[in-house]
């Protein structure tokens, strides 16, 4: 609903930082790996080399890869319980990828496992990119600065948000902290679009000079957006009000209405 109010864009600056939401990539590359008898490791390699591959042709100076975290105490679990998610999942790096991935990674506890794979230092090991990257994982951030790997325990703010369009924020964040004026977010959930719509007021407070991008969407309908320019477009007023409309209408932290999605709710706040 957002985003067809404004004009895609074409990125002509290079990227400081790309920032992914690593359910996106993982989704899209098993719909078209699951005919192939591979590895979970070289299933995870070949999501992590395409990652480096997008970053190279935009030219981007470091990657952050940004997990969901499944906690026990969410308020989703009813919905994941639906979802199949008393099923365990045993399986290790070696094991062949299952033919029905797409039906796993509909349950948590199979999305939690594989997202570990993520941050296995023997994969990440293979990886082909030599630059700057950080992947946050349930309780540390995997991360490689000057060729120097490491890993630090999360801060408690990043452990507190569940789903990786909150966290992405914080990297976000990191990055303007570190000097770096461009960021590109992979994503097709519209929620990252109106939190870094919202929050991009205050992202321009640390430096006026920041720019900020959404890859989104899939196939025919992957676009670019400047959100600054929707942010212009749409006045702060309105932009600042997006994220008691993502809290309204359902978050991390709030239940979502029964059967009257995001878009919906929508349509009836524009009529006002």
């Not at 067809?4 to 002509?12: A, K, P, V, Y």
Request: aromatic share 10%; proline share 1%; net charge negative.
């Amino acid at each position: 609903q957002i985003l067809r109010m404004f004009s895609t864009c074409d990125i002509e600056e290079r990227i400081d930082s790309y920032v992914v939401d690593l359910s996106v990539v993982i989704r899209s590359t098993a719909a078209v790996l699951t005919a192939e008898s591979i590895t979970f490791r070289e299933f995870v390699l070949t999501i992590l080399n395409n990652i480096a591959s997008s970053a190279r042709t935009l030219h981007a100076k470091e990657i952050l890869i940004v997990k969901d975290f499944y906690s026990d105490l969410s308020i989703k679990n009813a919905t994941r319980a639906q979802r199949g998610t008393s099923v365990e999942f045993v399986f290790n790096a070696d094991d062949p990828l299952p033919k029905d991935i797409m039906n796993d990674l509909s349950n948590s506890r199979f999305k939690k496992k594989l997202n570990k794979m993520f941050s296995d230092r023997s994969i990440l090991s293979d990886w082909q990119w030599q630059e700057d990257f950080s992947i946050t994982d349930e309780k540390e951030i995997f991360s490689r600065a000057g060729g120097q790997t490491s890993s630090d325990v999360i801060v408690f703010e990043v452990k507190a948000l569940e789903e990786a369009d909150n966290r992405l924020l914080l990297h976000i964040q990191h990055a303007l902290n570190r000097g770096k004026k461009t960021c590109l977010v992979r994503t097709v959930d519209s929620d990252v679009v109106v939190i870094c719509t919202s929050y991009l007021e205050q992202f321009l407070d640390h430096d006026p000079q920041f720019r900020l991008f959404i890859d989104f969407g899939t196939g025919q309908n992957r676009h670019w957006y400047c959100i600054n320019d929707c942010l212009g477009a749409m006045g702060t007023p309105t932009a600042l009000g997006l994220m008691f409309f993502h809290a309204f209408s359902g978050c991390d932290s709030t239940a979502s209405f029964f059967r009257h999605n995001k878009g919906q709710i929508m349509e009836s706040w524009a009529s006002f």
